[in-house]
């Protein structure tokens, strides 16, 4: 557990270098999980169109209901990554693996997170509906329009923020399911929790030491992000092998 461990910049180049050869496969991957996430964010809409009681409820459901199964997705992704990471062809079928093993351990898993965000999500909700019958006006003016707006982005960058704070320790959890077939959703919680004791920051540094070619990717319409999102998780591979200790 003292062991030094590597910085961003040797985790990084670690991943640039497994990836030699091995970007195509990746590159499909990563094009399956942009088509998969910018379909989940049409589809309850495009099912329930209608602006009703009814219809909320159901977009809700169908939007779990997706969001489970691009987790899944996720996970396979993150499969794919750990194979580059110990020098292997990652294979584009292995993105269906969490699919036939033991899929409940992950979707359990994804549930504890939903949970925790939709906690998070009350107090928002709620002191938006105060806050809308308190001070705004049944014909709602520009300026309280603004202000009202820029209350609710405040309440949701807040949110935001306590979640990524509460869940930084579950970040390792997919990658301990892909590893270990014998343990559950919630053990894999509690050990990614356990390994990332006094590693939390260290990972944030290594996730927002990517917002420069991110941000390029996005400004080359999404294309670029077919070859940053390989690199990304499979620096994060690296982030979870260096963990364990498991990287020379």
């Not at 990563?30 to 049409?42: E, G, P, R, Y």
């Not at 405040?154 to 997919?174: E, K, N, P, Q």
């Not at 294309?223 to 390989?230: D, F, H, N, Y």
Request: include cysteine; proline fraction near 3%; charged fraction near 15%.
């Amino acid at each position: 557990m003292n062991e030094k461990k590597k910085t961003s910049a040797a985790l990084k180049r670690l991943a640039r270098e497994a990836l030699i050869g091995r970007y195509g496969v990746m590159a499909g991957a990563s094009a399956l999980m942009i088509a998969l996430n910018v379909l989940s964010t049409f589809i309850p809409e495009w099912v329930f169109p209608e602006y009703s009681i009814f219809s909320q409820v159901g977009q809700f459901i169908i939007s779990l209901v997706i969001a489970l199964l691009v987790s899944l997705f996720s996970a396979g992704f993150s499969r794919l990554a750990l194979e580059v990471s110990h020098g292997q062809r990652p294979l584009f079928g292995n993105m269906l693996y969490p699919f036939y093993h033991h899929p409940d351990r992950f979707l359990m898993m994804y549930l504890v997170l939903v949970v925790i965000q939709l906690i998070l999500q009350i107090p928002i909700t709620i002191c938006s509906q105060i806050y809308a019958r308190t001070y705004l006006s049944q014909t709602m003016t520009l300026e309280e329009a603004l202000t009202y707006l820029s209350f609710v982005l405040m309440c949701s960058g807040i949110s935001t923020l306590i979640y990524v704070i509460i869940t930084l320790r579950f970040v390792m959890a997919s990658f301990l399911l892909l590893d270990y077939d014998d343990i559950g959703g919630i053990q894999a919680l509690k050990e990614s929790s356990r390994m990332m004791k006094g590693h939390k920051a260290r990972y944030f540094y290594v996730t927002i030491s990517f917002f420069g070619v991110m941000l390029l990717a996005v400004l080359t319409c999404g294309i670029g992000l077919l070859w940053v999102m390989p690199y990304m998780e499979t620096t994060i591979a690296y982030f979870y092998r260096d963990l364990k200790g498991d990287v020379q």
